[in-house]
């Protein structure tokens, strides 16, 4: 039997691409390849968010080049598409798919197959929640960000196609699914997002359904009605800030203010006490004065994020951003990371202090401790219980009953 293997970085699109080449190779008869063995075909799904993302997408490269001296290599992603000359000169081994042939990777390398699997993903390997992508593309052009630059304009997959593969996924035993995109608000796959939303949400035996990465300005009456009002909706969704600071967010080219990320924030957790925020923020902007990052902090210390993301700026060549004035020095970067990073721990954990002694469901999804298992409350509080008979993807009720630095301690009930 003949292996494979892939390599996923970056975004959470990027990593349904990357199963859905893992569901089409085994429907072909091919096998994972485990740790030591020699794989026939590796492909390697790049990022190029950020400088550190190419690093790590070239030393991924090396790395199964060094470790499968005969197999096929594809390379595919947005470092590929942003800089294929540097990909081709790692070897010439290399076969580079762009991404608007991602979904025809597999016709690259295997031309002779008259009749290859559809592309679509029936699981989510080694994950209790599975990620579909809804969206792909970008039309927002902020100008720190190469995106759209590499995957191409907004376009949206049709909502009943959407629905056939979370019915499939369900009946493979997910219980929780994630609508994701590379700008999911731009959704119009026959409807806009409420309306993939409340259908999803019908999906017979589905019990959790979540909202990926989204700007307020694209939260509407109409999704928020749609997330706070489902049957399986999570009161919890990722939110991007980017930056509190409205200065520093117009010279992002970012489509709302500061104000409108509180009323956005305000108006959920208004009509669902329990509702929580996870965001992303950049640190180190060019031109981010320090009463710049000072109104980031006041925001984070205001919402108290369930989870911050931070990402140091880093400068992408074609974006706008990289030709600014003011460009802040690493010191300065590294110093407010570590600030930001700190009050973000600090106000998570008071966020999680308020839910001391309730009792919630919580999705068990993987060992990180010893002899515990973690998993989410719907409203994607970190929880750890005692892992005794359970197993990832049980679905449990547990009284909560210590905070600590990295979640909350649960007993189950």
Known sequence: ???????????????????????????????????????????????????????????????????????????????????????????????????????????RIFPQEESLPEFNIQAFDGHTRAFVKVQDGCNSFCTYCIIPYVRGRSRSRQIPEIVREVEGLVANGYKEVVLTGINVGDFDGGGRLADLVRAVDKVEGLRRL??????????????????????TTCPSMHIVLQAGSNVVLKRMNRKYTRQVFLE??????????????????????????????????EIVSKVRFAKVHMFPYS????????????????????????????LAEKTAFELRGRFVGRKMPVLLENEEKEGMLSGHTPNFLRIYVPKQEFKPNDLIEVELIENMPEGLLGKHL
Do not use: W
């Open 1 to 107: 039997m003949k292996k494979f293997k892939v390599v996923t970085l970056g975004c959470r699109t990027n990593q349904y691409e990357s199963q859905g080449y893992s569901d089409q190779l085994r429907r072909l008869g091919y096998a994972t390849a485990s740790e030591g063995d020699e794989a026939d075909l590796c492909i390697v799904n790049t990022c190029t968010v950020t400088e550190g993302a190419d690093s790590s997408s070239r030393h991924q490269i090396r790395q199964l080049l060094k470790a499968h001296p005969n197999a096929k290599v594809a390379v595919t992603g947005c470092m590929a598409e942003s800089a294929p000359d540097i990909v081709r000169g790692i070897d010439p081994r290399i076969e580079i798919v762009p991404n608007a042939e991602k979904e025809r990777l597999l016709d």
């Open 210 to 231: 979540r909202v990926s990465s989204i700007d307020p300005d694209e939260v509407d009456a109409d999704l928020e009605s749609a997330v706070l009002n489902g049957r």
């Open 264 to 297: 956005t924030v305000e108006r959920m957790v208004q009509r669902e006490p329990d509702f929580t925020v996870t965001t992303d923020i950049i640190v180190g902007f060019p031109g981010e004065s320090e009463t710049d990052f000072q109104e980031t902090l």
């Open 315 to 342: 400068q992408r060549k074609r974006t706008r951003a990289a030709l600014y004035p003011n460009q802040v020095s690493q010191e300065a970067i590294r110093r407010r990371k570590q600030e930001l990073l700190r």
